[in-house]
């Protein structure tokens, strides 16, 4: 471990020393471009020499670097959509670097089409296979609740991405279950993004600068999840003016606001939600929704989130952040759950002013609980708690960049319960992991290269050394083919297992020494990428991608839920399989936003015994969104989504018996004992349930007082046509128990 430092800190003092060196003939050009009128960073504009082929795009933090430029006076200029122009001359030295920070101004001209979008920019410039991009602009396309828009809606029609239901639902992406997806805020390790009901994130809309979503084929600069990684950066805040939404709907209310501290040089941003969807349901739903005589939707959260941003002269950034978010379901007389999750992080960028690098980097700590009472039964609980902290490298080049970095996680888990035969499970366990990685990026007129390597290194199991690769060919200027490939690795998994169909409670247990698995099996769970696509830009609206993945799970540790005795182990492992083929068609213009997404995909778990479809294997999966502005100064904007899959498997009852627990040994009477009802089971997962579909909607309409002012009014109904669609079967009391109903809503948005 300790040589394994010490050879990657060698390597970025060495690669420091030949940035320094190099292009001493030539020049660099680099800076951070940002919206005069907030200070915020415009990601993904074009910057370029006029009359050269010599140019860049700035990246998520509004950065752009044009290396090894020949010494000469040039017009620099910077064009994005929805801005203005900008034009300015320069002066480029032999072996200096040229920093210019630049402000762009909203342009007035407002154009009919969209010509050429910063999604597109991206496409051309980076391999981005099995990845979308979403701002804050798309998040607002999906029919909000209440008129609050919230990202948990828009991942759910990702191209291969399943979502398992409106209550208690979790998201599964392409073949992966929750805990194998990492998501990052800021840098940070969340380990419970969305609330009970899954209409609602942890996530703030408002806070949101831009997400990744990589659902698989990720790049090398990532590790520690086998499936997928969604990587959210949080808004600077505005540096010119306080600003801020204050808003109220039948669901629930939020704050948030966000202004300068020094004008120019520093910001703040604070955001606060909470939901009083357990009290306002009672009143405004009038039937019972679930398994309980109660009426009602007993969920509530709050979420709060704070940020201070700091910002030198040559474009160099510190934040510190942190959270704490809230959960409750409590079904009277049933369970009662909860869970928080609260953190303290800190991100940096610095710009040596000698050395053609940047340097970024973040440390964060973080804790997570959850407890679950059910009846007279032990409560059972959950906890993570640690650090994770990192440092990476970028190293411009005339024709791509080098990145490299490591990261450091330390943390314990906790997991108390009981298994079927009442016998305590407790496992707690301290654990720490390193990596390291590089990444290059080679760039010419028609291919991008991207590979990579990454080595992972898990406390007391051992090393994973993980290839990566990705590349993209432009064939013509609207056609694009795209692939990626790599290995992946973890150490943590949930207590809920992969045939469970609705739990609530998904604790985490790390992998360490103390998960007792089988003989001549390794502890580490690892899966293979592989993901091939295809790009097309019909017309300067339309755009047409085509993606076929396969995830090979080599190996998957899951709960045993069918321990007889003390004896057997407490944990299986198994292997899965996840192949498919996913369809996205997109049109956007000023007015008008479409987005439709069909996916096809097949998932398989197998142990020693036999071959079974977890309980996400959706086959079929078919999503429809629009949004539509209209009216005058298109003060009006109508939202639809559609989603429709085909059934989830589950497992078919065969019959009931007795179980009699012959307390009092041979002497037990068991023709007069009482025993417990027993339910005897089918194949695992061997039925499928019927269809799902829902239609949500809203309408809202925006009223302006001034430049600076405004109220949006908005009403909205989920479950449109009031489908019926089956959440799980109640085996013992014979009944169906069904999803969300029809469930209108009415909110109110002011914007200051």
């Known amino acids: 471990m300790k040589k394994i430092i010490i050879i990657f800190l060698f390597i970025i003092q060495a690669s420091l020393l030949i940035a320094q060196q190099a292009n001493n003939k030539n020049g660099s ?252 349901s009672e009143l405004l739903y009038k039937y019972p929704i679930l398994y309980f005589d109660e009426k009602g939707l007993p969920y509530s959260f709050t979420d709060l989130y704070g940020k ?104 314990s888990t906790n997991y108390e319960s009981f298994n079927s035969l009442n016998h305590k499970i407790g496992l707690p366990v301290n654990t720490s992991d390193f990596s390291a990685y590089t990444n290059y990026q080679y760039k010419s007129r028609r291919f991008i290269f991207e590979p990579g390597f990454r080595i992972q290194y898990y406390g007391n199991i051992g090393a994973s050394l993980e290839p990566r690769f990705g590349a993209k060919y432009i064939a013509t200027e609207k056609l694009r083919i795209k692939a990626s490939s790599g290995v992946y690795s973890q150490n943590i998994l949930s207590t809920t297992s992969d045939r469970d169909v609705v739990s609530l409670f998904s604790g985490i247990i790390s992998t360490d020494v103390e998960v007792n698995i089988p003989e001549n099996k390794q502890k580490l769970q690892k899966a293979n990428h592989a993901i091939l696509g295809i790009e097309y830009d019909v017309n300067s609206s339309i755009d047409f991608q085509i993606e076929g993945y396969i995830k090979d799970f080599t190996q998957l540790i899951n709960i045993n839920k069918n321990m007889l005795s003390e004896d057997d182990d407490e944990f299986i492992v198994e292997k899965g399989l996840a192949q498919g083929i996913d369809f996205l068609l997109k049109y956007k213009n000023r007015k008008l936003y479409l987005w439709t997404v069909y996916s096809l995909g097949y998932v398989t778990r197998e142990n020693d015994d036999f071959k079974y479809p977890p309980h996400f294997d959706r086959r079929h999966n078919i999503n429809f969104v629009s949004s539509y502005k209209f009216g005058k100064r298109d003060s009006w904007k109508s939202d639809l989504r559609w989603n429709m899959g085909s059934g989830f498997p589950f497992t078919q009852t065969q019959g009931f018996y007795e179980n009699i627990n012959f307390s009092q040994g041979i002497n037990t009477d068991y023709t007069s004992a009482n025993g417990s009802l027993n339910v005897n089971y089918d194949e695992v997962n061997g039925g499928r349930l019927p269809y799902y579909h829902r239609l949500d909607a809203s309408i809202s309409k925006n009223i302006k007082f001034n430049k ?27 009944e169906r128990i069904d999803q969300l109903p029809i469930m209108p809503s009415f909110g109110l948005s002011l914007k200051f």
């Open 29 to 280: 050009i680099r800076g951070f471009v940002t919206d005069k009128e907030n200070g915020e960073p415009v990601m993904f504009c074009n910057v370029f020499l006029e009359g050269t082929t010599m140019g860049s795009t700035t990246n998520i933090d509004g950065m752009y670097n044009i290396s090894n430029v020949p010494v000469g006076i040039y017009n620099l200029m910077i064009t994005y959509i929805g801005f203005d122009t900008l034009k300015l001359k320069i002066n480029v030295e032999s072996g200096k670097i040229l920093t210019k920070n630049l402000q762009l101004e909203k342009s007035n001209v407002q154009l009919n089409e969209v010509k050429i979008s910063s999604e597109r920019n991206e496409m051309k410039t980076e391999v981005k296979t099995a990845s979308i991009k979403i701002t804050k602009k798309d998040i607002e396309m999906i029919p909000t609740i209440g008129g609050e828009a919230d990202i948990a809606q828009y991942i759910q029609v990702i191209p291969g991405v399943v979502f398992t239901g409106d209550q208690g639902g979790q998201l599964y992406i392409r073949g992966g279950s929750p805990i194998q997806n990492k998501v990052l805020l800021d840098g940070m390790i969340i380990y419970s993004p969305f609330h009970s009901i899954g209409l609602f994130s942890v996530f703030d809309t408002d806070i949101i600068a831009v997400s990744d979503i990589y659902t698989g084929g990720f790049s090398a600069k990532y590790g520690g999840r086998i499936s997928s990684i969604m990587d959210i950066k949080t808004i600077d805040g505005n540096k010119k003016r306080i600003e801020g939404k204050l808003s109220s709907n039948t669901f629930g209310s939020k704050l948030f606001i966000q202004g300068p501290l020094s004008k120019n040089k520093s910001s703040f941003v604070f955001s606060g939600k909470t939901s009083y969807l357990d009290k306002s």
């Open 708 to 734: 600076k002012t405004s109220l949006d009014i908005t009403a909205s109904v989920t479950n449109l046509y009031n489908r019926q669609n089956i959440f799980y079967f109640n085996r013992v009391k014979y």
């Open 308 to 411: 201070l941003h700091f910002q030198s002269k040559n474009g160099s950034k510190f934040n510190i952040f942190g959270f704490n978010f809230n959960d409750n379901v409590n079904y009277i007389n049933i369970s009662n759950l909860g869970w928080n999750s609260s953190g303290v992080g800190s991100e940096f960028i610095l710009l040596p002013s000698n050395t053609n690098v940047l340097i970024e980097g973040n440390f964060a700590y973080s804790f997570y609980n959850i407890e679950i009472q059910e009846n007279a039964a032990p409560i059972r609980k959950s906890s993570i708690s640690g650090y994770n902290m990192g440092i990476d490298f970028t190293y411009w080049k005339p024709k791509g960049h080098i990145k490299y970095g490591f990261d450091i996680d330390g943390f």
